[in-house]
């Protein structure tokens, strides 16, 4: 099993959750942030640490959420890895309650 990182994470991408990582799973997109679904032990670190609530437990990923699991394996797939926690972008706040954000994901 794996942990997914879900739609609430893009333009927020906090990285409070790439600290924690035992197993530097997490990968690092222009918006967004995602996890390797190989490489995650399921220990559960990360989805405590997410200030948006972002990442989920692959058997408690929301219906709506679902295509995020095939995202997070293919995006993990192209983005760089990211081990060090970084600043937020600048206007994250202004994100964190916007809902439907799947349009503004990036590459």
Same mark, same amino acid.
């Given at each position: 099993?794996? +942990?997914?990182? *879900?739609?609430?994470? =893009?333009?927020?991408k906090y990285t409070d959750c790439v600290e924690v990582c035992p197993?530097?799973? +997490?990968?690092?997109?222009?918006?967004i942030l995602v996890i390797h679904p190989d490489e995650c =032990?399921?220990? #559960?670190l990360c989805e405590p640490e997410?200030?948006?609530d972002a990442i989920f437990s692959e058997?408690? $990923?929301?219906?709506?959420?679902?295509? +995020? $699991?095939?995202l997070n394996a293919e995006l993990a797939e192209v983005f760089p890895n990211i081990t060090e926690m970084k600043g *937020?972008?600048?206007? #994250? #706040?202004?994100?964190?309650e916007v809902k439907d954000k799947l349009q503004y994901l990036e590459r």
């Open positions: 099993m794996t +942990f997914v990182v *879900a739609e609430s994470c =893009i333009k927020c197993v530097d799973c +997490f990968y690092e997109g222009p918006n =032990i399921d220990c #559960a997410c200030p948006v058997d408690e $990923l929301p219906e709506d959420q679902q295509q +995020f $699991l095939e *937020a972008p600048d206007d #994250a #706040a202004e994100w964190e």
